[in-house]
Nanobody, 128 residues
Framework: QVQVAESGGGLVQAGGSLRLSCAGS????????MGWFRQAPGKEREFVAS????????YYRDSVKGRFTVSRDNARNTVYLQMNSLKPEDMAAYYC?????????????????????WGQGTQVTVSS
């Protein structure tokens, strides 16, 4: 079993940057793919990015490509989401999640049902 917890959210001006962290527990953390999702008020939760267990395969939703970067440090049991050039539409609660799918295609890794373990979320607020 894996437990994950997000941190690093906060208030930032449009055009600014934030780095979210997702700390995982459990000896098998490095065998899980990890995903980032977000949910804005009144909207459904949506996929943001994912990274395979080894870090070699990443996927992004189109609206964040070129601005967000997902990475992981398995020695530290931590996954990161570097967010640059933030826009007001990026404002949401951000969640990390762990998937036992080691390497999957975009369709699989962007689906919430592929993830077994979820964090509580961290809020990102972007002021215009």
């Amino acid at each position: 079993q894996v437990q994950v917890a997000e941190s690093g959210g906060g208030l930032v001006q449009a055009g600014g940057s934030l780095r979210l962290s997702c700390a995982g527990s459990g000896r098998t953390f490095s065998s899980y793919s990890m995903g980032w999702f977000r949910q804005a008020p009144g909207k459904e939760r949506e996929f943001v990015a994912s990274i395979s267990f080894s870090g070699t395969t990443t996927y992004y939703r189109d609206s964040v490509k070129g601005r967000f970067t997902v990475s992981r440090d398995n020695a530290r049991n931590t996954v990161y989401l570097q967010m640059n050039s933030l826009k007001p539409e990026d404002m949401a609660a951000y969640y990390c999640a762990a998937s036992s799918v080691a390497v999957g295609d975009m369709g699989t890794m962007s689906a919430e049902k592929s993830y077994e373990y979820w964090g509580q979320g961290t809020q990102v607020t972007v002021s215009s």
